[in-house]
């Protein structure tokens, strides 16, 4: 994480364990090669990553500028209209449900990030990313 990000996110997870939401895993992305794809299926949450924007073969993504996050990869699921990343998040696709590690917009997960000033890619339409936290909502 960018060191201009990290008190508010000392206030975000300090919530987070307050309210006993589980992070199944949280390693630095080297621990994967630094390869998105292995990360997210092991239901890692991770920040910094230095890599292009899905989709994207010029743009780099908000998470190579330290200005991004990616809560529970698998609850939480980046969804296309044809395709599910990681392909385990399939089975949390259906946002009715209310698992443990699933993020919901006003639950405890999206408050923390709205009140340091934090978008959620889970509002999105068309590509939806559940998973997504970034400072300027890209």
């Not at 009140?115 to 509002?123: E, H, L, Q, V």
């Given at each position: 994480m960018h060191r201009w990000y990290a008190e508010g996110f000392v206030h975000v997870f300090r919530r987070l364990y307050e309210e006993r939401f589980p992070?199944?895993?949280m390693r630095l992305v080297d621990r994967y090669g630094a390869?998105?794809?292995r990360s997210m299926a092991a239901d890692n949450t991770?920040?910094?990553?230095?890599?292009l924007r899905?989709?994207?073969?010029?743009e780099w993504s908000q998470h190579a500028y330290g200005r991004a996050i990616d809560v529970n990869t698998v609850e939480?699921?980046?969804v296309t209209p044809t395709h599910v990343s990681p392909p385990a998040g399939a089975a949390?696709?259906?946002r009715t449900q209310d698992l443990?590690?699933?993020?919901?917009?006003?639950?405890?997960?999206?408050?923390?990030?709205?009140?340091?000033?934090?978008?959620?890619?889970?509002?999105?339409?068309?590509?939806?990313?559940?998973q997504h936290?970034?400072?300027n909502g890209r």
């Open positions: 992070i199944r895993r390869d998105d794809d991770s920040a910094f990553n230095c890599r899905a989709g994207s073969s010029t939480n699921p980046f949390y696709v259906d443990p590690g699933m993020i919901h917009v006003h639950d405890a997960v999206w408050w923390a990030f709205h009140a340091i000033g934090w978008a959620w890619g889970g509002s999105w339409t068309g590509t939806i990313d559940y936290f970034s400072a």
